[in-house]
């Protein structure tokens, strides 16, 4: 089974940055979609950042220009850069991922379990 394990969470001030990780085990096929998911207290998951194993990505548009997804050089693992970060960024972060090609709007079988950004002065 493939677990999705993320990292790099933590409690930053407005306008830092932050970086998280995910990586997968437990694969032995490559994961062709991955992303990441975040959600607030009292709000829906939403999907911040998506990449393919092609290199497409797609972001939120509240988060576009400071969030950068990449994939990392081992397999089936992803980052998420944040820059400028904002208090309506406070959120648990889900690593997300799926072996096949999905549209951007449909969320990957395997999650994470989070990580928590908390962003505050």
């Known amino acids: 089974q493939v677990q999705l394990v993320e990292s790099g969470g933590g409690l930053v001030q407005p306008g830092g940055s932050l970086r998280l990780s995910c990586a997968a085990s437990?694969?032995?096929?490559?994961?062709?979609?991955m992303g990441w998911y975040r959600q607030a207290p009292g709000k829906q998951r939403e999907l911040v950042a998506g990449?393919?194993?092609?290199?497409?990505?797609n972001y939120a548009d509240s988060v576009k220009g400071r969030f950068t997804i990449s994939r990392g050089n081992a397999p089936n693992t992803v980052y998420l850069q944040m820059n400028s970060l904002k208090p309506e960024d406070t959120a648990v972060y889900y690593c997300n991922a799926d072996r096949w090609a999905l549209p951007d709007s449909r969320p990957g079988n395997y999650w994470g379990k989070g990580t928590l950004v908390t962003v505050s002065s």
């Open positions: 990449i393919s194993s092609g290199g497409r990505t």
């Open positions: 437990g694969s032995i096929f490559s994961l062709n979609t």
